[in-house]
């Protein structure tokens, strides 16, 4: 049977997230699909974005395990709901900024997070620190680009990730880029081509493709979030979220 792994978008922009790029991840092997937030914002640039976007995401996370989904992949650098999230459900819950940092740390001595403002790097930088790899991080550079513009220009998003890119190789001493926004899908080829002309051969990490196949990797081998870290919440009334009847996961 095959593995359904979810991708919960947690912004309500409509066409954000398009399905041809999630099925060309699962190639045929693992179904991905897909499902959006119905209340909160637009595009995720700052912790008041983040934490408006929660409770959407927890209970879509929900809903993935109830439609029995094996995996889920939050649709965002910032991780919203993943802890949260986790305690929920008994199937794993996979963050892109979280998996990336660990992957980029074996790739390299030092990674940089290439993120779309300037204003979001405290908040990469904070989730180092919770990640355990702050030792790790070179850098957090920003192409000044906000999320829902990047595609707006293809061309233009790429040279200012390669500007920032090599920056971060030459003055920062970094061997691994991350993209600090899952809104760059597909860009990661671009950009290593660009920095292998300079003679740089640097691993990009795009952090979709990444998460998503940790997911199945995760569900195949039937790992998950541990229930001593994660347990389940306390069975009680929560007003306005129409009682999301949690499983109970001893």
Do not use: W
């Amino acid at each position: 049977m095959s593995i359904n792994v979810r991708v919960v978008t947690p912004i309500t922009t409509k066409g954000f997230r398009r399905t041809e790029d999630l099925n060309a991840i699962g190639e045929n092997i693992f179904t991905v699909s897909h499902s959006e937030i119905d209340i909160g914002p637009g595009s995720i640039e700052c912790e008041y974005d983040e934490a408006m976007s929660l409770p959407g995401t927890i209970l879509k996370i929900i809903d993935a395990e109830k439609e029995g989904c094996d995996a889920v992949v939050i649709d965002c650098m910032g991780d919203p709901g993943l802890h949260s999230g986790r305690e929920c459900v008994s199937i794993p819950v996979i963050g892109p900024c979280e998996t990336a940092m660990h992957y980029a740390s074996m790739l390299g001595h030092k990674f940089s997070v290439i993120t779309v403002l300037e204003r979001i790097r405290p908040m990469f930088e904070n989730q180092a620190k919770i990640y355990g790899v702050s030792e790790k991080l070179a850098s957090v550079r920003s192409v000044d680009i906000p999320v829902l513009e990047l595609e707006d220009d293809l061309d233009r998003t790429v040279n200012q990730l390669t500007e920032q890119a090599i920056e971060a190789v030459e003055k920062d001493h970094s061997d691994v880029m991350i993209f600090g926004c899952t809104g760059l899908l597909g860009c990661a080829e671009a950009l290593e081509k660009n920095l292998k002309a300079k003679g740089y051969i640097i691993p990009v990490i795009d952090p979709i493709p990444l998460a998503i196949n940790s997911a199945n990797i995760c569900a195949k081998l039937k790992l998950t979030q541990s229930k001593h870290c994660y347990a389940s919440p306390p069975v009680k009334g929560m007003v306005g979220y129409g009682e999301p009847k949690l499983r109970a996961v001893k």
